[in-house]
């Protein structure tokens, strides 16, 4: 009995010392993984977001103020998120993932994920400095296109978050810089997000588009747009209720708001 008892003693032993490796094994992988990782800027600091003011069509031959502004942004959607769709769906793919120490200030996300014909590897790197972090996010492809460990998009952040580059170079037959975003954020987590076509010797170079906020409780959100030099174009909306305003020399040929309510119909604007 007392050899049994001392057996079973062993064994309890051996079991308690398993689990408590486990544990420490298990904890040292998730700091070695996570612990002092660079924070990865929130996504609305990487492109446009155009969702506020989507399209709404109608069988309506004349255009409505709102209708003129979703067109306005129609371009820059396409160049953002149509262009730039696969390093785009990249940045949310790595967002999900595990930070990896790979260096003693050098971190890694990795994913591979499908996108229509296209299988994507993509690897984000994040070099921790003092005061800032530098991002690479490398791009491999196969399918209907194909890509070598292309360095798709890099850039830099402040390690507090309040703002920050990326630069987009167009594809790996053409690896010329593209676009380039500024972005800004507030202590609110609120900002402004600016982006700014940077290709070389083509009609649309140095036009840029900003989105934010605004302290004005009727119109909170906004977007300002360049195209082709000199041409301006300012939208305020709500973003609740989606009634907001435009006001585009070259679209109206006046300097007035051109307004809408929250049924996208055409209003006289009250200021």
């Not at 062993?10 to 990782?37: G, H, P, Q, R, W």
């Not at 790996?172 to 972005?183: E, G, I, M």
């Amino acid at each position: 009995m007392q050899y049994i008892n001392m057996k079973n003693g062993k064994n309890f032993l051996s079991l308690f010392i398993l689990i408590i490796l486990t544990v420490y094994i298990f904890i040292s992988c998730k700091k070695e993984m996570n612990e002092d990782a660079p924070v990865i800027p929130a996504f609305s600091f990487i492109t446009i977001d155009f969702s506020g003011l989507s399209m709404k069509k109608d069988g309506s031959v004349t255009l409505s103020n709102f209708q003129y502004s979703s067109i306005s942004l129609a371009l820059w959607n396409t160049l953002l998120n149509v262009n730039c769709s696969i390093p785009l769906n990249a940045f949310k793919q790595v967002m999900e993932q595990r930070a990896v120490n790979i260096d003693n200030n050098v971190w890694e996300w990795k994913c591979k994920f499908n996108a229509d014909s296209v299988i994507v590897n993509a690897t984000l790197q994040g070099k921790l400095g003092s005061d800032s972090i530098e991002w690479k996010l490398f791009i491999s492809t196969s399918g209907s296109i194909s890509t070598d460990n292309f360095l798709w998009v890099e850039g830099k952040s402040a390690t507090d978050q309040t703002g920050g580059w990326w630069l987009f170079n167009e594809n790996q037959s053409n690896p010329s810089s593209y676009l380039k975003v500024l972005w800004s954020k507030k202590d609110d987590n609120s900002g402004t997000t600016k982006c700014i076509y940077i290709k070389a010797n083509d009609t649309l170079t140095n036009s840029f588009i900003e989105s934010g906020s605004t302290n004005n409780s009727l119109f909170d959100s906004y977007y300002n747009i360049q195209l082709y030099k000199n041409n301006q174009i300012n939208i305020e909306y709500n973003k609740a209720n989606k009634e907001g305003r435009m006001k585009s020399l070259f679209i109206f040929n006046d300097n007035n708001w051109h307004c809408w309510n929250s049924s996208f119909t055409n209003i006289v604007c009250e200021n």
